[in-house]
């Protein structure tokens, strides 16, 4: 399903999310809004290494950020592999990896670095920098 947030189109793969697609629209444009902090959606994560690493991100904070090598030294696993991984998130947004950040600097972001930095300064957390 396609999704507008603060401006931007972002695909979403609604056969993941249990709930309906009004739902996750409804639960989307109030995170926008600043009325919700944390999704309220049942997600069915792929039996892959991106599901994985999904499961990881899922659990970084609202306003808070984690490198890739944070996430990679959890999964046993390189930086670029987690990654990688954060470019196939197939749940962008609701899965938040527009919060692992690189170690000095943002990474990058599916929906463009601009929406990866307008997302993180939504919700507060600190960055680190706009260079990759």
Known sequence: MNVRVFGADREIDGSLIRDDAETVRTQLREYEAGEQTAFDLEIDYPATFTGDVMRVIADVPYGETRPYGD???????????????????????????????????LGGYGGGLDLKRRLLEHEGAAIVSDET
């Open 71 to 105: 996430l990679a030294a959890a999964l046993e696993t390189a930086p670029i592999a987690v990654g990688q991984a954060c470019g196939r998130n197939p749940i962008p947004i609701v899965v938040p990896c527009h919060r692992v950040v690189g170690a000095d600097s």
